[in-house]
Each structure stands twice: as structure tokens, then as C-alpha cells.
């Protein structure tokens, strides 16, 4: 796809979601509620994507100025990607921090849910095997471990918080230090993985490896490249903003229609997720299976190590400058069977997608299957039982 198709694809997406937006502010309240709710969300949604696109289009034109390869290409475009999600998710956290806290969790179980689905479309050999880019069976399951002992460990105190109380100490609550103290240790895990992928895989060192954008004197200006972050991050802004105002109406509609809380944090979590979706079908279908797997690996195992402890410091400090209002001890999100199970049922699914990878850098039709039954029947008891 040519920079010029992909300028037109993040353009059109800008200016139906700007539309969007301004029949919002002309017509004000004199929109049915539900029809408010839906031009914010649609808007606020297409200018996400658009955000999206132009992120990956300027890291795209890094990539291709510093030769990299095609998975780290993806990997970094992935990383791009997430900056419409956290403004997002950051105006969800200020509207519904607990159920932001939620969210942002369960974005990890829908990334595995995509990660699983996606490998049944791979390409196979006469086995049946679906080969690995080198860099994801090198480092990606590295993390995914680190997820899956992070998430087993934390949800493991939470449950011994509850059951055995200190005297003296509310141990049902994460104060603003707690957060903080989480937040910077699983994002020192990210920032050091990046510095390893670069480091290790920034080249095409296998033979058939590939690697991304145009010879270096085609390669995009740096002013063009500084000028699309500039516009991704003003389009995250508002986007972002449009999607908080319609997750807070969401889910006071589905509390009010009977539905379980867990149930509308899902639907925003898939909403939050739905960008790395896009990235990984348009990459699939121009043959691009790298740069798809990078995306549907970085769905994963970038939830527990940038998204995660991003939203856990973006929480602290919305507490500690008076934007949401801490709990009746002091804390910022209550330690409950929700935020405990959201957390802890996170170890199965890293664990089951580390070993599916991991053995041997490729993955059958037994693991295929087995991660989509595990990572959905997960999702099923948080969102029935949770």
C-alpha cells in the first residue's frame, strides 16, 4: 500500500469521525440520548483509527530510514499504535477508574483471544506447522513469561489480602505507591525489550529475512515523519476524548439494563483493542505476515508491560491531583473478586502462549485450538462469573 493510499485511509477516517463530532456539538442535547452516545463513540472511534494509522505511517518512515526488519518494523508500529489507546484509556480511567483499571486488564485476554485466532490463518507446511518470526520465539516469549509470573504473582497477593487481613492495615485497596511501585517495574521490562529488539533484530540477519520500507533515498523526510506524530497525538487527544464520554454512558446503560459490569468493561476492552486488529488484517491481507504477527504479539505482550503500568501511573496521579476520588481508606482501586480475577486469570492464558510458541518457534493445529478454548473460555468466566 502506497503512502498516498494510506494518507487518504487516515484523512477519510479523520474527517467521517470530525463529522461525527460536529453533529454532536451542533445538535447538542436534542439528540435522543442513545443516538448522542453513538455519534460520540462512532466519531470518536474513527478518529482513533485515523490516529492510528498516521502513527504507524511515521514509524513506518523510521523504520525504512534505519533499515529495520519486518517484525521490528511491526513491533515498533504496534508500540505507535498505542498512543490513541492510552489517551483513550486515560479519559476512561477519569470518568470509571475501576472499571478503567478492568479494561485495561482485559485488553490482555482479547489481545490473546486475537494472537490465538489469528495463527489459524497462517500459512502452513505439510505438517501443519505455522513457522515464527525468529524475533518472537527469540524475546516475545520472554515476555510473555514475565507477563505470566507478573500476573500469577499479583493476583496471588491479592488474594492473600483478602483472606488474610493485617491488623490495623486495609489490605482491600492499591494506594496511589502501590501503583506506582507496579507501574515502573513492569515498564522497565518494556523499555528494556525494545532496546533488545532493536539491538538484536534491527537487520535482516537469516537468510529470507526481510527487510522494511524503500531504499534509504526514498525513505520519508523527517519533517514529514515529526509532522504525522504531530497530528496522531492531537487526533488521539480528541478521539480519545469522544471515547471516554461514550465508555462512561456505555456502561451506566448496560448497569442500568442488567448486564454484569464485567460485561461492558469487555466491550471496551475489544473497543481498545481494535486497532491492533486493523493493523493485523490489513498486514495479513497484503502478505505481510511478519509485520501481522509482530502486531498480534505486541497485542499481548504489551498490555501487561506498557498499557498496564501506564494506566496503574496514570491512576495514581489522577488520585493524587484530586481528578477521581480515592476510596474510603485512602486507596485509589479496590482489591475485589473483579480486579482480583481479571488479574490472576491472566497467568493461564500467558502461560498456555508462551508454551505454545516457545517449544519449538512454531505452532501446530493442537495449539492453535487450544489457545482459542483457553484464552475464550477465560474471558467467558470473567465476564459470567466475574
Keep these: 500500500m502506497?503512502?498516498?493510499?494510506?494518507?487518504?485511509?487516515?484523512?477519510?477516517?479523520?474527517?467521517?469521525?470530525?463529522?461525527?463530532?460536529?453533529?454532536?456539538?451542533?445538535?447538542?442535547?436534542s439528540l435522543p440520548g442513545w443516538l448522542h452516545?453513538?455519534?460520540?463513540?462512532?466519531?470518536?472511534?474513527?478518529?482513533?483509527?485515523?490516529?492510528?494509522?498516521?502513527?504507524?505511517?511515521?514509524?513506518?518512515?523510521?523504520?525504512?530510514?534505519?533499515?529495520m526488519s519486518t517484525f521490528v518494523a511491526g513491533t515498533m508500529a504496534g508500540l505507535a499504535s498505542n498512543i490513541p489507546e492510552l489517551v483513550m484509556l486515560g479519559f476512561v480511567l477519569a470518568a470509571t477508574p475501576r472499571v478503567?483499571?478492568?479494561?485495561?486488564?482485559?485488553?490482555?485476554?482479547?489481545?490473546?483471544?486475537?494472537?490465538?485466532?489469528?495463527?489459524?490463518?497462517?500459512?502452513?507446511?505439510?505438517?501443519?506447522?505455522?513457522?515464527?518470526?525468529?524475533?518472537?520465539?527469540k524475546l516475545s516469549t520472554d515476555l510473555y513469561a514475565a507477563a505470566a509470573g507478573a500476573?500469577?504473582?499479583?493476583?496471588?497477593?491479592?488474594?492473600?489480602?483478602?483472606?488474610?487481613?493485617?491488623?490495623?492495615?486495609?489490605?482491600?485497596?492499591?494506594?496511589?505507591?502501590?501503583?506506582?511501585v507496579m507501574g515502573a517495574a513492569l515498564l522497565l521490562i518494556q523499555v528494556v525489550s525494545v532496546f533488545r529488539l532493536v539491538k538484536r533484530f534491527s537487520g535482516a540477519e537469516e537468510e529470507g529475512d526481510e527487510l522494511a520500507g524503500e531504499p534509504v533515498h526514498g525513505a520519508m523526510s523527517v519533517g514529514t515523519i515529526a509532522g504525522l506524530c504531530v497530528i496522531g497525538l492531537v487526533g488521539a487527544v480528541i478521539g480519545g476524548h469522544s471515547v471516554g464520554e461514550f465508555a462512561s454512558v456505555l456502561v451506566s446503560a448496560l448497569s442500568e439494563a442488567g448486564y454484569s459490569e464485567m460485561f461492558g468493561a469487555l466491550i471496551l476492552a475489544v473497543f481498545s483493542a481494535s486497532?491492533?486488529?486493523?493493523?493485523i488484517g490489513t498486514a495479513h491481507f497484503k502478505g505481510k505476515y511478519d509485520i501481522a504477527m509482530a502486531n498480534a504479539s505486541g497485542a499481548v505482550s504489551q498490555v501487561p508491560f506498557l498499557v498496564l503500568p501506564l494506566a496503574f501511573i496514570m491512576l495514581a496521579v489522577f488520585s493524587q491531583t484530586g481528578i477521581i476520588p480515592t476510596l474510603p481508606h485512602g486507596g485509589v482501586i479496590?482489591?475485589?473478586?473483579?480486579?482480583?480475577?481479571?488479574?490472576?486469570?491472566?497467568?493461564?492464558?500467558?502461560?498456555?502462549?508462551?508454551?505454545?510458541?516457545?517449544?519449538?518457534?512454531k505452532v501446530n493445529w493442537l495449539e492453535t485450538t487450544s489457545m482459542i478454548a483457553i484464552f475464550f473460555l477465560v474471558i467467558y468466566l470473567i465476564v459470567v462469573h466475574g
Design 100 to 137: 478503567g483499571f478492568i479494561v485495561s486488564v482485559l485488553t490482555l485476554h482479547v489481545g490473546a483471544s486475537a494472537f490465538g485466532l489469528y495463527c489459524g490463518f497462517l500459512p502452513r507446511d505439510v505438517e501443519g506447522q505455522a513457522a515464527m518470526p525468529k524475533p518472537l520465539v
Design 2 to 29: 502506497t503512502t498516498e493510499k494510506h494518507s487518504k485511509m487516515w484523512l477519510r477516517l479523520m474527517i467521517g469521525g470530525g463529522v461525527c463530532l460536529a453533529i454532536v456539538n451542533l445538535a447538542g442535547h
Design 151 to 180: 500476573f500469577f504473582a499479583i493476583g496471588s497477593v491479592f488474594i492473600l489480602m483478602n483472606t488474610f487481613p493485617v491488623e490495623g492495615q486495609d489490605g482491600r485497596e492499591l494506594g496511589a505507591t502501590d501503583l506506582y
Design 334 to 361: 479496590p482489591i475485589d473478586f473483579q480486579t482480583t480475577s481479571s488479574i490472576f486469570l491472566g497467568f493461564p492464558s500467558l502461560l498456555i502462549l508462551w508454551k505454545a510458541v516457545q517449544d519449538d518457534g
Design 275 to 279: 486497532g491492533a486488529f486493523v493493523m
Design 37 to 67: 452516545a453513538g455519534f460520540l463513540g462512532l466519531g470518536g472511534l474513527a478518529i482513533v483509527f485515523g490516529s492510528s494509522e498516521v502513527m504507524i505511517e511515521a514509524v513506518e518512515g523510521f523504520a525504512a530510514r534505519r533499515k
